[in-house]
């Protein structure tokens, strides 16, 4: 990376974090206090929904290079939930469902206070700080509802995609519901619902397969997670507070 520009003068890169959908991601450090931040392309409509951001569990902009299209983003310790799968396998359920209302609780703050969806929730995008907090990172594709788009246009990731964003249906706070929900299946069982190989193979799936099913899963939690992965968005949980309180019953 460049950092000769007068914009990052004030930031010292410290290591490339690694590479997202969007360029290579640096690890940086504020030279003045010597906070951490996070260096990496974020487009204007990115940007301008980051700087209004105040809600924990969420990275804040700190400054951005217009010129460039690079940000300089405040951290968020921890591991994500990829990493944490990496490392040891499914997770126990109460780490998993705990991760799940920990995301469903930054999503509700988001969708209630700017109307915003994050439209590609999965595993490397939920992170757990050292205390067991969670956050959500990388909003590169996030955007208000517009019943006008066709979301084809700026996919996610297509493994978690919503029936709705694979027939490129207008989207509501309910997709967002669906992804968390093939994520909390993947937490829990350590692999994901539909492994088709190809885009229309998945999307073929999202569209009309039932959940997998599989040992691990019985009783309330299939319950819960067949509700936020129903096919058609009104007979999802209405909402992020019901969803919240769907999980923390089974805590």
């Not at 700026?154 to 309910?174: Q, V």
Request: with cysteine.
């Amino acid at each position: 990376m460049n950092d000769a520009s007068p914009a990052w003068k004030e930031f010292r890169i410290v290591r490339r974090l690694g590479r997202g959908g969007s360029g290579d991601v640096w690890l940086a450090e504020r030279i003045s206090d010597g906070a951490p931040a996070v260096i990496k392309a974020v487009d204007a409509s990115t940007a301008g929904l980051l700087e209004h951001f105040d809600l924990p569990g969420l990275p804040r902009l700190l400054c951005r290079d217009a010129s460039g299209g690079r940000a300089a983003l405040s951290y968020l310790p921890g591991v994500t939930l990829r990493e944490e799968l990496r490392a040891a396998g499914p997770l126990p359920a109460p780490a998993a469902l705990s991760a799940a209302a920990g995301a469903a609780r930054v999503l509700a703050g988001v969708w209630c206070d700017y109307g915003w969806l994050h439209r590609d929730l999965k595993p490397e995008h939920i992170i757990r700080s050292p205390e067991g907090a969670i956050g959500l990172i990388d909003w590169h594709l996030a955007a208000a509802p517009d019943p006008n788009l066709d979301t084809r246009c700026r996919i996610g990731t297509p493994a978690y995609l919503s029936p709705e964003a694979c027939a490129g249906a207008p989207l509501d706070d309910t997709s967002d519901q669906y992804s968390l929900g093939i994520t909390l299946f993947e937490l829990l069982t350590g692999r994901r619902p539909f492994r088709q190989r190809s885009m229309a193979g998945l999307a073929a799936a999202h569209l009309a397969e039932p959940l997998p099913a599989t040992p691990e899963l019985a009783g309330a939690v299939r319950e819960l997670l067949e509700r936020m992965t129903a096919k058609f968005p009104d007979e999802r949980f209405p909402g992020w507070i019901e969803v919240i309180d769907a999980i923390d019953d089974l805590g």
